[in-house]
């Protein structure tokens, strides 16, 4: 099957089977931003956009993406740069396999929630896991940014 | 996951069709679907039916089959009508990126034993329509199923309610160990609890116990908690015994009730 | 679920005195490629594999030990783009060991790359490869094995001397002395002993004997093992692979590929983090089979699921502890017995073990007598490797639960038990010198140690009042605390080895090249702060290519906390090599002696000023302008530890415990490190606290479940779940100021110290608060209200 997607502002028309979901469509189209950590759609590495949503692109239906509007952080690179600077401020980034989708998951939380508490950012970004950091240091990031770019 | 074909039905008939007829897989969110290594011959898609919405009506509320998680932990509306029951129970599954995907057509028609969300349908008191208008209670349907191939068009709640909802995990993200939801319907209390770690079953006993009043003594919401353990079967899996789920059931039914009465 | 964190105040910044004494050590400087990754540019192995490679597949075994009567590949093979299938037969048959480790390595050469007998669930069987991925897939599930199935060991305190052997090959071998004995299910064993403990614990007024179970846990780096590997225009076999240390990997594969080790180049790109489990050659055998066969390019990455069935887990372990003690607290005697299960292949046996009892034992020095020993088993169960902490947060666990044991006996603060007893700066312990990896260590006094700093610092972050151990807080909710101490080492003593070489560059800026490898902790960016430090330069004039063997210097690799003390002792060794030669040359250039010329704020100048060059200029002049005395300026070191400096952590925590359900929650961990210098203080800060919360996973949630038939119950992230952001509360970490001589620019090791002390310390508050010791990691709510019920019931008795 062929589906069409706009991706990142990109429009790609790509080959896949019925059954393949996003993630493996997306990484063999070349956007390896998009990670993948495990099968089961617990760990977050996978996050993209989909019409300004963040989902698990590793449980999406490839062909059910066929039309829609996705957005890596490869497609939100001048905020994504503006969030790194805080990230690796903190140290936080780590080992970065987590990082783009846990980044992508932020910049929907700075759309979606205003002034949010850190109970409500550690709810909002509960489904990106990371095994390096411990959290806090993203914890740290966040609270300084979301300061920042409000201000 | 293997979809031989795949197929997205433009209209109810259609789909229903492609189930009943050509021996079709409904799709609903695909998160659960793909954990499964069978292969799908025929997947059928239900994306294009307008089956996302959350609806008020004069006495009562219905929700489509492919209305996500997130759009029900997040519904004003839902907030309103049954406080923070839904975001509550749901809150715990993974993160918002799979809520914003999974859905309350695939979490009803799985029957799953450790659903959060079934289980606080059935304390809802909900009722599920499959296509074409066969209307059934929720939570009969969880324990008996359902002859032959069905396809969920949605569910449908009371107008209001006053819910709480209790879980024990082991950590945030994993499944639940036992999980209950209480709710005061106006006239009547409804207990039920899942992941025992079977699906989810009302604890009609413990109800009968707090019978019709709004203000149940502490001695009836005891006796009620602890009738709730007796009247269920318990399991044991990987993430607790029988006997340790039977133990704390009473422990959750009365937090949940105390939380409702006040 | 903690809802309110505005209640757990944040640690109040204090800096560091190091921070005035240096321009670029000890500072917070980002990780040079954090933009990088964040952006999601092409890093990982699997970002990077040629889109013409071979997908890989294997075969795992689905019984927990049997011999394979055949392998029928035909109808695989007839799969359309199938390109092969290898089996044991296709390999040498030459005994290995997966362990990265030294040369000769102290794990047993126990294991064939593919062999004739499968020793667990997620064993290989056999590797295929086609053009796709779900051709491979298809093909993988086409092989026909037929099986003779056998009757496994599944249970580590049945498997001493049962009459099931699991390795009866007559092949295998250890590479000196370890205590390797096969035929009674031994893997390792030691057996060591300082003065009489039975007499000391015998004359000691107060004893204490406790015992845990520590279980296995998972790694889960959030990147699966990926390797992928081609031909390259000479005819050798590259690969490029998420392995901690590429020159083990390459010394172990031309092993057991029997190929001219000159044959082979390893890369390690970007990895998504390792914690030990990337530290053994697990997938890059069978691309490598693969690129030989076909000569073509082969790419694996291994599922979440084989991840678990079929790598390493942390080594599960049964700990006795016994303590001797005077009515003060004064401690005589400690005996630490240890049986520790190494799965299905010993890799890491002995070395795991015996840092059960060499990092944790020293930790009180006092003592008149102390033993360890016991016995490391095989199993029909995935094999046990490296992983942070490696045997110390084992040998801690029952240690410091041991400590508390006694305070409570004697009735004295756990706090001031420890002070009592422990290490000071200027001391040393026997330990040192008689246990080591191998065998024998390496005697060596503490030249620093501020645990006392640490512990003084943590009881004023947690708020520790000894009168005050548990309090309620709403009607079977009770809040409590605990505390434990740690210890690790800095990279093994006159074992490990790296190397770093700076080459000066036109423009004036420095490549430097080290073996040292970075699994996202920061070590690239650690190890350009020190090569700038020591140059007198900025961090941006260092640009950083590492662990390729190839092109980058020797180095052991990431593991054993080595990289900052061991690689970055290189790094300053290098720099001061290449600065010497700088102005050497410039000295010549100049026509004046070396000794009258200064280099300073990226200039040269003699003393008294008449003459002055800037590095910028004097880059061209040495590569274009200066004729016959033109030459690249560059300078390699090594270096090796002669001891292994430990650094030293509290550990104080606060829970909130439901005696009506079990539940334990961490409201607060408190972490106070001496790492010595941190090189950079934000990049060590995180490694406590990660580790801290790996520490957390292991006493509270993780746990590696098996079937009775030996098939792993846990084998992904939807039945072994890991801490989310929302388990823990607050965890603060504070480093103190402390100077390790012997270290770079004062500094120790901060990759594993920090997840030693969770285990103890939450099941020290879990005594605190009910008065019952748990002994069984991990402690589920099950398991923590069964213990109170029982409690109840023999309480009712
Ligand atoms: C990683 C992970 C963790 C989870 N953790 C939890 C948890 O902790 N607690 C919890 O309660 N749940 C949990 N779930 C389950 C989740 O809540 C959903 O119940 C589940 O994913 C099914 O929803 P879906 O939309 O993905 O269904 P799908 O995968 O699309 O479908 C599931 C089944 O329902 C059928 N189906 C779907 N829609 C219809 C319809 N309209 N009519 C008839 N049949 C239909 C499908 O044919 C299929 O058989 C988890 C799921 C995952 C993937
Ligand atoms: S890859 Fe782990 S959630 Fe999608
Ligand atoms: S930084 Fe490694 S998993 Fe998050």
Known sequence: MTITIYINGKREILECQPGDMLTEVLRKAGYVEVKKGCDTASCGACTVLIEDKPVLSCSYLAVRADGKRITTIQGVAEEAKKFAQFLTAEGADQCGFCAPGFALTVLSMKKELRNPSEAEIRHYLSGNLCRCSGYEGQIRAIKKYLEAVHD | MEIREYARPKSMDEAMHLIHEEHGTAIGGSAWLRTNTKTVMLGVDLSDLGLEYIREFQ????????????????????????????????????????RSIITVGGTVAGRYGFSDLNTTLCALGARVVFYPNIEEDLASFIEKGYAGPFLIEKIILPSSARAAYQQMRISENDFPIINTAVAWMGTEWRVAAGSRPAAARLCRNAMKILADSANPSNEQIEAAAQESSKELQFGSDIRASATYRQKILPVLVRRALLEVRG | MIDNFDSIPPADSKTLKATQKFNVIAHDIAKIDGEGLVLGRPAFADDLAPANALYVKLVRSPHAFARIISIDPSEALALPGVACVLTWKDCPRVPITRAGQGNPEPSP???????????????????????????????????????????????????????????????????????????????????????????????????????????????????????FSYIDIHGRLVIVTSTQNPWHTRRLLALALQMPLRQIRIIKPRIGGGFGGKQHIHIEPYVAMVTLK?????????????????????????????????????????????????????????????????????LYNKVNAVRFGGHVVYTNKVSAGAFRGYGAIQGLTGLESAMDELAHKIGIDPVELRRKNMIHEGETSDVFRIMGEGTEGVAMTIESCKLEECIARGKELIGWNPDR????????????????????????????????????????????????????????????????????????????????????????????????????SAVVKAARSLKKKLIEAVAQKFGVDPAFVIFDNKTFKTLNGSKSLSLYDFSFDTLYHDGERMKTIEATESFTGAKSPPPYLAGFVEIELDKETGKVEVIHYVSVADVGTPINPNLATIQIEGAALQG??????????????????????????????????????????????????????????????????????????????????????????????????????
């Open chain 2, 59 to 98: 006495d009562h509320i219905e929700i489509g089959a492919m209305t996500t998680y997130r759009e029900l932990e997040t519904s004003l509306l839902l907030a309103s009508r049954f406080g923070k029951i839904f975001s509550t129970a749901v809150g715990h599954i993974v993160g918002i990126q799979l």
């Open chain 3, 469 to 568: 151990l548990v309090w309620e807080v709403a009607p079977g909710k009770v809040r409590a605390m605990g505390m434990a101490i740690a210890m690790q080492g800095s990279g093994l003593p006159l074992i490990d080895m790296g190397s770093a070489r700076i080459e000066f560059q036109d423009g004036g800026f420095f490549k430097l090249h080290v073996g040292a490898t970075d699994l996202g902790t920061g070590s690239d960016t650690i190890l350009a702060q020190i090569a700038a430090e020591e140059l007198g330069v900025d961090v941006e004039s260092i640009v950083v290519y590492s662990s390729d063997t190839d092109n980058t210097p020797f180095d052991v690799g990431a593991y054993a906390s080595s990289t900052t003390y061991v690689s970055g």
């Open chain 3, 696 to 797: 957390i996973g292991l006493a509270l949630y993780e746990d590696v479940r098996y079937s009775e038939r030996g098939h792993m119950l846990s084998h992904n992230l939807m039945t072994y779940a890991i801490p989310s952001r929302e388990d823990v509360g607050r965890i603060t970490v504070e480093l103190v100021d402390s100077y390790e001589p012997s270290g770079p620019f004062g500094a120790k090791s901060a990759g594993e110290i920090g997840i030693d002390t969770p285990p103890a310390a939450i099941s020290n508050a879990i005594r605190n608060a009910i008065g019952i010791r748990l002994t069984d990691y991990p402690f589920t709510p099950e398991r923590v209200l069964m213990a109170i019920d029982k409690a109840k019931t023999e309480g009712a008795n």
């Open chain 3, 294 to 362: 076909t000569g073509k390019p082969a790419r694996l990455a291994l599922t979440r699921r084989e991840v678990f069935e079929a790598t390493f887990t942390r080594h599960e372990m049964r700990v006795k502890v016994r303590l001797g003690a005077n009515s003060d607290g004064k401690l005589n005697a400690i005996d630490m017995q240890v049986l520790s299960n190494t799965g299905a292949y010993g890799e890491h046996a002995l070395t795991v073990f015996m840092v059960a009892g060499s990092k944790t034992l020293p």
């Open chain 3, 109 to 227: 050469h126990d294991r064939f790359i593919l062999d004739e007998y499968v020793r667990y669930v997620g064993d290989e069987v056999a590797v295929v490869a086609a053009e796709d991925e779900a051709t491979a897939e298809k093909a993988a599930m086409l092989v026909k094995v037929q099986y003779e199935v056998l009757q496994p060991v599944l249970d580590f305190e049945k498997a001493l001397d049962n009459p099931i052997v699991i390795h009866p090959e007559p092949e295998i071998h250890e590479m000196f002395p370890i205590g390797f004995e096969p035929k009674r299910n031994i893997a390792a064993a030691y057996n060591m002993e300082i003065g009489n403990v039975e007499q000391e614990l015998a004359k000691s007024p107060v004893q204490v004997e406790t015992t845990v179970h520590t279980q296995a846990q998972q790694h889960v780096a959030l990147e699966p093992h990926t390797a």
